[in-house]
């Protein structure tokens, strides 16, 4: 036996707190050993005289480790437990003390795992709409013109000619409510929109005025309506905060550039002087963006601020969610009270963080709910675009994502294959179709919500940012129906499977398929891929 191959930690996400009775526990093993896990459990304060035990089953499979879990209905919010481990008929245990080949159950109380307490407000509650959710991502400036009368003057790029950074299109929020039907024919239920919020560019990711709509894009009249009648159609909104940095035109750095250390706002931001130097950039800013400062989410004034801006939109707008840019540089303190704000208002609002990375320390049930999941398109681009990897090598992957987090967060995870920051995934995949829907079909099985890039459905190509962000071809006679409807089947299954959404899951592989069961009971759906990214839906109720 591998001994050091045995882990398991408690109050993590080995073990953890699904429901106010519902626990969920996982050992990790060595893949090469061939072990019986037992799990070997009671009340706390009886433990001494009273265990429970049942087997345990490997959920998790990755190149070097098996994950066993069990799920336990308990009646005592205080749990203890220890693991009973069998190899070739010889019993171990495995408690705080590490693996012996005895247990002294009367003294248990020593060194036996717990969950001290099931309090209710620690539990990581899942939203429970990202579980079949079908997201739309729009850049608002390429999506389309809506608003026929508004002053043009500012637009620089034909529609359909390819777009450099300082690019204006003209598209608009009128220009998403004329298109919402047409959004919702794709399978779609979500729509999350780019920075709507007034700016001098075009992605507005450097906000100058944090309380007003750009008028590039319309006006809180025109925004609320577009929330209303997506509503109206069983879609919901997801608005795009960016609260690590601003524009360095907001008024409270302005007044800082002319104030120096006078100014009440100096502390708003992280400046190595009296004043912020803008041809040295002696100020902490978004990566090395001189125009866009960091705010000092340490200050409690920024703090409120910001809150203050989430909370009037969320109360002002009636939106469903917030996605959090560059969310894992900001302060943990600020995200524990972002959370407390917003889930008082709307406790089923999702609070989704743009993280690149594993964000487990952000992901506990007092920050956010859950990220986009750029671990996830990774492993697509490895498997579909690079082939870097074999169908195993990608089963272990998917598992290993998996392993990460609690089961809540996988149910909540944001699941992409490409964004505005990222390439086109049609253009990564040398525009092969079978591997493009090859990769929908499975981020559609994998669980979570499932987020499309506008003109996904219609193969749109593109670069590094700003190629990404091209216009939308609306002329119909140059689309792929074919390829359309077949994506379109793909999102009616995520948006309407009950075990897609409900379901648990295994990911494998055999004979060079990838293959992704989701189930419940005796019910199953099962996703085959196989080496020339043909796939095949089985489904067995």
Not at 92 to 116: A, C, H, R
Not at 117 to 125: A, L, R
Not at 223 to 236: F, M, P, Q, S, T
Request: net charge negative.
């Amino acid at each position: 036996m591998n001994i050091t191959a045995i882990f398991h930690e408690h109050e993590s996400n080995y073990s953890f707190a699904m429901e106010n009775n519902k626990i969920v526990i996982r050992l990790r093993v060595s893949k090469f050993d061939d072990l019986k896990v037992y799990l070997v459990y009671g009340k706390k304060y009886d433990y001494q005289n009273e265990q429970s035990e049942i087997e345990m089953h490997i959920k998790y499979e990755d190149e070097f480790f098996c994950y066993f879990e069990s799920t336990i209905d308990v009646e005592d919010k205080r749990f203890a437990y220890i693991f009973k481990i069998i190899e070739n008929g010889k019993t171990y245990y495995y408690s705080e003390d590490g693996l012996t080949e005895k247990y002294d159950f009367f003294n248990s109380f020593y060194n036996f795992f717990q969950i001290p307490y099931i309090n209710e407000i620690d539990i990581h509650k899942e939203v429970k709409w990202l579980k079949n959710a079908v997201f739309y991502q729009i850049f608002i400036d390429r999506f389309l013109i809506g608003d026929k009368e508004k002053d043009k003057s500012y637009i620089n790029l034909k529609w359909g000619d390819k777009p450099n950074p300082k690019s204006f299109a003209g598209g608009d929020l009128k220009g998403i409510i004329e298109k919402l039907e047409y959004i919702k024919s794709l399978g779609v239920n979500v729509i999350y929109l780019t920075p709507i919020f007034s700016s001098i560019s075009n992605h507005k990711y450097d906000i100058n005025d944090f309380f007003e709509v750009d008028k590039h894009f319309g006006s809180k009249k025109v925004l609320k309506e577009l929330v209303d009648k997506a509503h109206d159609l069983g879609i919901k909104i997801v608005l795009d905060a960016v609260f690590n940095h601003c524009s360095d035109q907001l008024m409270q750095f302005d007044d800082v550039k002319k104030n120096g250390l006078k100014s009440k706002y100096h502390n708003w931001f992280i400046i190595d002087g009296d004043y912020p130097d803008m041809e040295n950039v002696n100020y902490e800013t978004f990566a090395s963006v001189s125009y866009m400062p960091k705010f000092n989410t340490s200050n409690p004034e920024v703090s409120e601020f910001l809150l203050n801006v989430a909370k009037y939109w969320t109360n002002e707008i009636g939106i469903d969610g917030w996605r959090l840019d560059v969310s894992d540089e900001l302060s943990h303190d600020f995200w524990r009270q972002f959370r407390k704000e917003i889930k008082s208002i709307n406790e089923d609002i999702a609070i989704i963080g743009e993280s690149w990375h594993n964000s487990y320390p952000f992901l506990q049930g007092d920050q956010f709910d859950s990220i986009m999941n750029y671990a996830f398109t990774k492993s697509c681009l490895d498997y579909f675009a690079w082939g870097n990897i074999s169908a195993e090598d990608m089963s272990n992957k998917l598992n290993t994502i998996l392993i990460r987090n609690k089961t809540q967060v996988n149910n909540m995870m944001l699941n992409l294959l490409d964004s505005h920051d990222t390439l086109r995934f049609f253009t990564q995949v040398k525009k092969d179709r079978k591997k493009m829907l090859s990769a929908i079909a499975l981020m559609t099985f994998f669980p979570g919500a499932s987020m499309i890039y506008y003109g996904t459905e219609i193969k749109m190509e593109g670069g590094f940012d700003p190629d990404s962000r091209r216009t939308f071809n609306w002329n119909k006679d140059e689309w792929d129906i074919e390829f359309m409807d077949e994506l379109k089947k793909l999102l009616k299954i995520k948006a309407e499977n009950k075990l897609l959404k409900n379901g648990d899951i295994k990911i494998y592989s055999k004979d060079e398929c990838l293959i992704v069961e989701r189930y419940i009971d005796d019910s199953k759906i099962t996703l085959k891929i196989n080496e020339n990214f043909e796939i095949e839906i089985f489904n067995i109720m």
